[in-house]
């Protein structure tokens, strides 16, 4: 198949980027969309340009790497789908298909398609853990958790940190995210403990690193790779108005 | 982990920390909203009294009229609500506009109600819808056109009265005013589709089980009070209310 891209190229932080048209010819179907930019920059290599950097990894749909805004719906048009594992097949021949990257003040683009987003982590850092001392082994069994509990925090522990909730919310917030890290250790006992102080520290980096407030659009869930609720964001909301208002922790 | 709730967090830090966080400026946005569709709700019931005639209606204004300090009271507390609705409205608004300074070239909505991609157009018009309202019936300034110069009542219990009842009728009976307002309470409604169950996830009170519901609930709620608030225009322009 053929394609027509436009992708956002850009040098570095400081320079104004720009959109550049490339054909990309002889595309087959099978390509996952990392694949088929493969072929498209080393051809452009070939020829002495600049290949178009992106970033990936696992590509597997676990790492949370991958990223591209596609067409204007963060990962591209196939639901619960990292950019790693969507397929060429979901386009059709001749398609002009427009390449972003993640668009906020909090991840500044780094180069092309690569965006910085320490700012995940940065948030993680400060309460995306439980604290544990060092001692024995717990027994694996020995604190009981129901099935409903324990799937809660699972489900909401399969965020993989892309930021794509970031890229598709029209306020550039994170909210999806820090409540999916919020929410996976408010339905484990071993999470009780620092239940407040968690959800206030990381909010409160949250807003430092200049994210944007949600307004609940439900975009962030629509894009979300790992089909994360907006329930979580609910919890969230609950804990950190709850830990402002009368909370401390045990 | 760094601890910043302990101990007890004190009454400066819940203000700041309500006034100062993006989670806070909307649990503010969301309780004023709340407060004010709930006064909504009671301003919609007390209308509905048109239905019924103009005696139980110019009692029911004489009732809120005597009310005195009271009255008072809940005027100053809606202003107030309003204001602080607008103000985090604004805040957070401004906060996110700066949070994506570069717009995407190709951009696609996947799950946004129209009420939630209007919000601030809804808002901002029913904003001048109010002042329209309060200038017309309260402080009767604009839209008075007609009004009879005598305009009281004689209730059943021989106390003369305003004859606000009469002058819903004169004021809705002019197609232009009647549609006017029709247009504005609409707006609320649209801006409401979303901003009630907005509020509710705002706050934390949709959970897994009670999401889909409020999803549905919202919406309805704000047909309601469409309903409520529209039928009163339009049966006087349809000659059901004289
Ligand atoms: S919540 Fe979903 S979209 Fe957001 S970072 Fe986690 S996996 Fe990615
Ligand atoms: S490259 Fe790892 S999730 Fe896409």
């Avoid at chain 1, 990962?75 to 427009?98: S, W, Y």
């Avoid at chain 2, 239905?51 to 107030?80: C, D, M, T």
Wanted: charged share 15%; glycine share 8%; aromatic share 8%.
């Amino acid at each position: 198949m053929n394609l027509t891209l436009k992708i956002w190229r850009q040098k570095d932080k400081a320079t104004p980027g720009k959109f550049e048209t490339y054909e990309a010819k002889d595309i087959s179907p099978d390509m996952s969309f990392l694949e088929m930019l493969d072929v498209v920059s080393e051809r452009a290599q070939a020829q002495g340009q600049e290949p178009c950097a992106f970033d990936h990894d696992c590509r597997e749909g676990i790492c949370g790497m991958c990223s591209l805004v596609i067409n204007g719906v963060p990962h591209g048009p196939e639901a619960a789908t990292t950019t790693c594992q969507l397929h060429m097949r979901k386009f059709k021949d001749g398609d002009n298909i427009v390449i972003e990257p993640w668009r906020a003040s909090a991840f500044p683009v780094l180069r092309d398609l690569v965006v910085d987003r320490t700012a995940f982590d940065r948030i993680q850092q400060k309460g995306g853990f439980v604290s544990v001392n060092t001692g024995g082994t717990p027994d694996g069994n020995a604190i009981p958790v129901s099935k409903l509990e324990a799937d809660l925090a699972m489900d909401a522990a399969s965020c993989i940190g892309c930021g794509a909730c970031v890229a598709a919310c029209k306020n550039a917030s994170a909210m999806l995210f820090v409540a999916a890290k919020v929410s996976q250790y408010a339905h484990l006992p071993q999470g009780q403990a620092e239940r407040s102080r968690r959800v206030l520290a990381m909010m409160e980096q949250h807003d430092v690193e200049g994210f944007g407030s949600c307004t609940n659009f439900g975009e962030c869930e629509a894009v979300c790779p790992k089909e994360i609720s907006v329930r979580v964001i609910a919890e969230m909301n609950r804990d950190y108005l709850r830990a402002t208002l009368v909370g401390t922790d045990p | 982990m760094e601890d910043v709730s302990q101990p007890s967090p004190g009454i400066s830090k819940v203000v700041s920390r309500m006034h100062g966080s993006t989670i806070g400026q909307k649990a503010l946005m969301a309780v004023s909203g709340v407060l004010l569709i709930a006064f909504s709700f009671g301003h919609m019931a007390g209308h509905l009294q048109m239905f019924v005639g103009p005696e139980p209606y110019n009692a029911y204004a004489h009732f809120l009229q005597s009310l005195g300090g009271i009255k008072w009271a809940i005027r100053f507390g809606l202003v107030a609500l309003t204001i602080l609705h607008i103000f985090s409205a604004f805040q957070l608004t401004m906060r996110n506009r700066a949070a994506r300074p570069i717009a995407y070239a190709s951009n696609k909505w996947l799950a946004a109600s129209i009420g939630a991609k209007t919000m601030r157009a809804s808002g901002g018009i029913v904003l001048f819808f109010i002042l329209y309202h309060i200038l017309h019936f309260t402080v009767l300034l604009v839209g008075t056109a007609g009004f009879p110069p005598e305009d009281t009542y004689k209730l059943a219990n021989g106390l003369m009265v305003d004859d606000v009842y009469r002058r819903m009728v004169i004021s809705f009976q002019n197609p232009a005013l009647a549609l006017g307002y029709v247009f504005g309470v609409g707006l609320l409604a649209l801006h409401l589709s979303h901003g009630i169950q907005s509020a509710l996830q705002t706050l934390g009170a949709l959970n897994s089980t009670y999401r889909p519901l409020v999803k549905r609930v919202g919406p309805a709620l704000a047909g309601l009070l469409f309903a409520g608030f529209a039928s009163v225009p339009l049966a006087v322009l349809t000659g059901c209310i004289k």
